[in-house]
């Protein structure tokens, strides 16, 4: 699924949080919203699942995302909020199960529980299925939640910095198992990460926002620069190519405030 964001604008109490947003992220493909704090990464990603109102257009392949509403959205896409509360008596397996919300009956079928399993074994926590999700690690609730987004198999990923909680090794996982989706299945991932590292290995395009604008968008190549990384971060980074090819970042000094 094409995901197509053109002149998004998006005021909050009159300060503008989004100027003149647009981007591309085709099927197969993982698009990395990247930029400093405040800069816009999870108001776009609220923006295209329609929970943000916004000027300007969002289109799902050549629908617009607002004549689909909730309903169409919902079936058709995966949010993963940044900020995950789960302040409930439920397991894990029922966390996921809800996930298929929209298509379960009156009784939930060996097959829906069989698909949550499976979702959690994609995220390596089927052992804590049976488990109250609150006994669990911040880091594998984000998981929980992962495999609750991913358990309707979603043509559209979109997730707000899916590894924050995560330990090096659940990162990388994490990513290579969006990266085997979005090929296996023709999906389309659009996520917000603050690694500038994780970005540059698993992304195919990067989209760095700062004070939201689109700052500069590209391969992870044509992004990750001195100078781009210097012009939104207000950081110095050395930046060196390895030899396979993935952009290596190095952050040196924060500069000094204008």
């Excluded at 609220?46 to 959205?73: E, M």
Aim: with cysteine; net charge neutral.
């Amino acid at each position: 699924m094409k995901l197509t964001v053109s002149g998004v604008c998006v005021e909050f109490h009159r300060v503008p949080a989004l100027r003149d947003v647009g981007l591309e992220a085709a099927p197969r493909t993982i698009t990395a919203l990247i930029g400093p704090n405040g800069a816009g990464k999870s108001t776009l990603l609220r923006c295209a699942y329609g929970l943000v109102p916004y000027r300007g257009r969002i289109l799902l392949n050549d629908t617009d995302a607002r004549a689909l509403g909730s309903p169409g959205l919902s079936h058709l896409a995966a949010y993963l909020p940044q900020d995950l509360h789960a302040r409930s008596r439920l397991t894990v397996l029922e966390v996921v199960l809800l996930g298929k919300l929209g298509s379960l009956g009156w009784h939930v079928q060996d097959r829906d529980i069989a698909h949550a399993r499976a979702s959690l074994e994609q995220v390596g926590i089927v052992d804590a299925a049976d488990r109250p999700i609150m006994e669990l690690s911040l880091g594998q609730r984000q998981l929980a939640f992962v495999a609750q987004a991913l358990v309707r198999e979603p043509r559209l990923l979109l997730f707000d910095e899916p590894t924050s909680a995560l330990d090096l090794r659940h990162q990388l996982e994490l990513l290579a198992l969006i990266r085997r989706l979005v090929e296996e299945r023709g999906a389309t991932a659009v996520i917000a990460l603050h690694d500038l590292n994780l970005a540059s290995r698993f992304a195919d395009r990067i989209v760095l926002l700062a004070r939201g604008c689109v700052h500069a968008a590209g391969t992870p190549a044509e992004v990750l620069t001195e100078e781009t990384i210097r012009g939104a971060y207000g950081v110095d980074a050395e930046i060196r190519c390895r030899e396979d090819g993935v952009i290596a970042v190095t952050p040196l000094r924060a500069l000094p405030l204008p």
